[in-house]
Protein backbone atom coordinates (compact mmCIF):
# COMPACT_ATOMS: atom_id res chain seq x y z
CA UNK A 1 0.00 0.00 0.00
CA UNK A 2 1.24 3.26 -0.81
CA UNK A 3 2.52 5.16 2.27
CA UNK A 4 3.52 8.84 2.99
CA UNK A 5 6.54 9.96 0.74
CA UNK A 6 8.64 12.95 2.26
CA UNK A 7 11.67 14.37 0.27
CA UNK A 8 14.49 14.83 0.77
CA UNK A 9 15.42 12.22 2.88
CA UNK A 10 18.57 14.30 3.94
CA UNK A 11 19.54 17.81 4.12
CA UNK A 12 22.45 19.77 5.13
CA UNK A 13 22.14 23.86 5.66
CA UNK A 14 24.15 26.74 6.49
CA UNK A 15 23.11 28.96 9.16
CA UNK A 16 20.86 31.49 7.80
CA UNK A 17 20.27 29.58 4.81
CA UNK A 18 16.83 28.30 3.73
CA UNK A 19 15.13 24.86 3.35
CA UNK A 20 11.88 23.60 1.66
CA UNK A 21 10.70 20.02 3.18
CA UNK A 22 7.95 18.35 0.77
CA UNK A 23 5.40 15.45 1.62
CA UNK A 24 3.09 13.66 -0.33
CA UNK A 25 0.15 12.16 1.49
CA UNK A 26 -1.28 8.89 1.22
CA UNK A 27 -3.14 8.91 -1.67
CA UNK A 28 -6.97 9.95 -0.50
CA UNK A 29 -6.01 11.72 2.61
CA UNK A 30 -7.12 15.33 3.14
CA UNK A 31 -4.83 16.28 6.03
CA UNK A 32 -1.25 16.68 6.42
CA UNK A 33 0.70 17.16 9.60
CA UNK A 34 4.18 18.51 10.11
CA UNK A 35 6.10 17.29 13.35
CA UNK A 36 9.92 17.80 14.38
CA UNK A 37 11.49 15.71 16.18
CA UNK A 38 15.08 16.33 18.52
CA UNK A 39 17.52 14.27 19.32
CA UNK A 40 15.91 11.70 21.49
CA UNK A 41 12.75 13.58 22.42
CA UNK A 42 9.25 13.33 21.32
CA UNK A 43 7.47 14.49 17.73
CA UNK A 44 6.57 18.10 18.45
CA UNK A 45 3.62 19.00 16.56
CA UNK A 46 3.94 21.63 14.78
CA UNK A 47 1.17 22.66 12.16
CA UNK A 48 -1.87 20.96 10.11
CA UNK A 49 -3.53 21.29 6.81
CA UNK A 50 -7.33 20.10 6.28
CA UNK A 51 -8.36 20.18 2.38
CA UNK A 52 -5.85 22.91 1.89
CA UNK A 53 -7.03 25.34 4.81
CA UNK A 54 -4.20 26.15 7.47
CA UNK A 55 -6.45 23.61 11.01
CA UNK A 56 -4.29 23.75 13.49
CA UNK A 57 -1.00 25.37 14.80
CA UNK A 58 1.99 23.99 17.19
CA UNK A 59 5.14 25.27 18.09
CA UNK A 60 6.06 25.88 14.83
CA UNK A 61 8.15 29.35 14.48
CA UNK A 62 7.38 32.31 12.87
CA UNK A 63 10.52 31.64 10.61
CA UNK A 64 8.88 28.59 9.45
CA UNK A 65 6.19 28.26 7.14
CA UNK A 66 4.13 25.96 5.38
CA UNK A 67 1.37 24.96 2.73
CA UNK A 68 -0.98 22.34 1.18
CA UNK A 69 -1.34 22.84 -2.50
CA UNK A 70 -4.29 21.31 -4.61
CA UNK A 71 -2.89 17.73 -5.25
CA UNK A 72 -2.65 17.74 -1.26
CA UNK A 73 0.56 17.58 -1.12
CA UNK A 74 2.48 19.72 1.43
CA UNK A 75 5.89 21.75 1.86
CA UNK A 76 7.35 23.18 4.99
CA UNK A 77 9.73 26.64 4.50
CA UNK A 78 12.20 26.72 6.70
CA UNK A 79 13.94 30.63 6.90
CA UNK A 80 17.11 31.82 8.64
CA UNK A 81 17.82 28.64 9.96
CA UNK A 82 19.35 28.26 12.91
CA UNK A 83 21.36 25.42 14.80
CA UNK A 84 18.76 24.28 16.44
CA UNK A 85 16.66 23.54 13.49
CA UNK A 86 18.53 20.52 13.10
CA UNK A 87 15.91 17.69 13.40
CA UNK A 88 13.87 15.08 11.85
CA UNK A 89 10.94 16.43 10.53
CA UNK A 90 7.93 14.08 9.99
CA UNK A 91 4.31 14.92 7.79
CA UNK A 92 1.69 11.99 8.51
CA UNK A 93 -1.30 12.22 6.68
CA UNK A 94 -5.01 11.07 7.75
CA UNK A 95 -7.74 11.20 6.17
CA UNK A 96 -10.44 13.46 8.33
CA UNK A 97 -14.11 11.53 7.50
CA UNK A 98 -12.46 8.14 8.77
CA UNK A 99 -10.41 8.83 11.91
CA UNK A 100 -8.17 10.96 13.24
CA UNK A 101 -5.07 7.85 13.11
CA UNK A 102 -2.14 9.68 11.72
CA UNK A 103 0.32 7.82 9.18
CA UNK A 104 3.71 8.85 9.26
CA UNK A 105 6.29 9.50 6.69
CA UNK A 106 9.99 8.43 7.09
CA UNK A 107 11.22 12.11 7.81
CA UNK A 108 13.83 14.30 6.64
CA UNK A 109 16.60 14.66 8.73
CA UNK A 110 17.75 18.41 8.63
CA UNK A 111 21.01 19.33 9.85
CA UNK A 112 22.16 22.77 10.27
CA UNK A 113 25.65 23.13 10.24
CA UNK B 1 6.24 19.36 31.64
CA UNK B 2 4.22 16.59 29.31
CA UNK B 3 0.80 16.34 28.74
CA UNK B 4 0.97 12.27 28.32
CA UNK B 5 3.32 10.32 31.07
CA UNK B 6 4.86 7.37 29.76
CA UNK B 7 6.65 4.90 32.13
CA UNK B 8 9.07 3.50 31.71
CA UNK B 9 11.43 5.84 29.75
CA UNK B 10 14.17 2.66 29.45
CA UNK B 11 13.32 -0.94 29.93
CA UNK B 12 15.94 -3.66 28.83
CA UNK B 13 14.78 -7.46 29.52
CA UNK B 14 15.73 -10.26 27.91
CA UNK B 15 13.59 -12.31 25.21
CA UNK B 16 10.74 -14.61 26.53
CA UNK B 17 10.21 -12.10 29.07
CA UNK B 18 7.16 -10.08 29.91
CA UNK B 19 6.41 -6.17 29.85
CA UNK B 20 4.13 -3.59 30.21
CA UNK B 21 4.25 0.33 29.24
CA UNK B 22 1.86 2.64 30.74
CA UNK B 23 0.75 5.77 29.24
CA UNK B 24 -0.84 8.00 31.34
CA UNK B 25 -2.68 11.93 31.60
CA UNK B 26 -4.88 13.86 33.75
CA UNK B 27 -6.86 14.88 31.06
CA UNK B 28 -9.31 12.56 28.78
CA UNK B 29 -8.55 11.37 25.54
CA UNK B 30 -10.74 11.27 23.23
CA UNK B 31 -8.48 8.64 21.27
CA UNK B 32 -5.40 7.63 22.05
CA UNK B 33 -2.92 6.16 19.60
CA UNK B 34 0.49 3.69 19.96
CA UNK B 35 3.29 4.08 17.77
CA UNK B 36 7.08 2.05 17.28
CA UNK B 37 9.45 3.88 16.06
CA UNK B 38 13.23 2.83 14.71
CA UNK B 39 16.19 4.92 14.86
CA UNK B 40 15.79 7.56 11.90
CA UNK B 41 12.27 6.59 10.64
CA UNK B 42 8.81 7.66 11.04
CA UNK B 43 6.91 6.47 13.80
CA UNK B 44 4.33 3.34 12.73
CA UNK B 45 1.16 3.22 13.94
CA UNK B 46 0.06 0.02 15.93
CA UNK B 47 -3.20 0.56 16.84
CA UNK B 48 -5.88 3.24 18.26
CA UNK B 49 -8.37 2.81 21.20
CA UNK B 50 -11.29 4.93 21.66
CA UNK B 51 -13.81 3.50 23.99
CA UNK B 52 -13.09 3.30 27.55
CA UNK B 53 -11.94 -0.03 29.00
CA UNK B 54 -11.25 -0.91 24.76
CA UNK B 55 -8.37 -4.06 24.90
CA UNK B 56 -6.98 -4.90 21.53
CA UNK B 57 -4.49 -7.79 20.38
CA UNK B 58 -1.93 -7.31 17.77
CA UNK B 59 -0.22 -10.53 17.78
CA UNK B 60 1.93 -10.40 21.23
CA UNK B 61 0.74 -7.43 22.19
CA UNK B 62 -2.08 -6.06 24.22
CA UNK B 63 -3.74 -2.75 23.93
CA UNK B 64 -5.60 -1.24 26.69
CA UNK B 65 -7.67 1.95 27.08
CA UNK B 66 -8.87 2.73 30.94
CA UNK B 67 -12.19 3.27 31.68
CA UNK B 68 -11.73 6.86 32.11
CA UNK B 69 -9.97 7.15 29.23
CA UNK B 70 -6.85 8.77 30.81
CA UNK B 71 -4.49 5.94 30.89
CA UNK B 72 -3.39 3.24 28.46
CA UNK B 73 -1.09 0.36 28.80
CA UNK B 74 1.02 -1.61 26.15
CA UNK B 75 1.23 -5.60 27.08
CA UNK B 76 4.02 -7.88 25.14
CA UNK B 77 4.35 -11.14 26.14
CA UNK B 78 7.24 -13.43 25.16
CA UNK B 79 9.68 -10.46 23.96
CA UNK B 80 11.48 -11.44 20.71
CA UNK B 81 14.59 -8.84 20.04
CA UNK B 82 12.73 -7.80 16.99
CA UNK B 83 10.83 -5.89 19.43
CA UNK B 84 13.94 -3.52 20.46
CA UNK B 85 12.56 -0.07 19.77
CA UNK B 86 11.01 3.28 21.10
CA UNK B 87 7.20 2.93 21.75
CA UNK B 88 5.54 6.05 21.66
CA UNK B 89 1.32 6.86 22.90
CA UNK B 90 -0.07 9.80 21.19
CA UNK B 91 -3.69 10.97 22.07
CA UNK B 92 -5.98 13.76 21.25
CA UNK B 93 -7.79 15.14 23.79
CA UNK B 94 -11.11 17.09 23.55
CA UNK B 95 -11.08 20.28 22.30
CA UNK B 96 -7.93 19.96 21.20
CA UNK B 97 -7.10 19.46 17.49
CA UNK B 98 -3.62 18.23 17.55
CA UNK B 99 -1.93 14.84 18.77
CA UNK B 100 0.52 15.21 21.58
CA UNK B 101 3.28 12.59 21.98
CA UNK B 102 4.64 10.71 25.41
CA UNK B 103 8.03 10.93 25.74
CA UNK B 104 8.46 7.09 24.84
CA UNK B 105 9.32 3.98 25.94
CA UNK B 106 12.55 2.69 24.76
CA UNK B 107 12.85 -0.51 25.02
CA UNK B 108 16.00 -3.20 24.23
CA UNK B 109 15.49 -6.94 24.19
CA UNK B 110 18.58 -9.00 24.62
CA UNK B 111 19.06 -12.47 23.34
Redesign the interface.
Known amino acids: AAG?IQSPRHLIKEKRETATLKCYPIPRHDTV?WYQQGPG?????LI?FYEKMQ??K?SIPDRFSAQQFSDYHSELNMSSLELGDSA?Y?C?SSLAAE?????????T?LTVL | T?LLEQSPQFLSIQEGENLTVYCNSSSVFS?L?W?RQEP??????LV?VVTGGEVKKLKRLTFQFGDARKDSSLHITAAQTGDTGLY?C?G?FYNN????????TRLTVKP
Open positions: VYQDPQFSSDGLFASNEQFFGPGR | QSQYGEGPVLTLAFNDMRFGAG
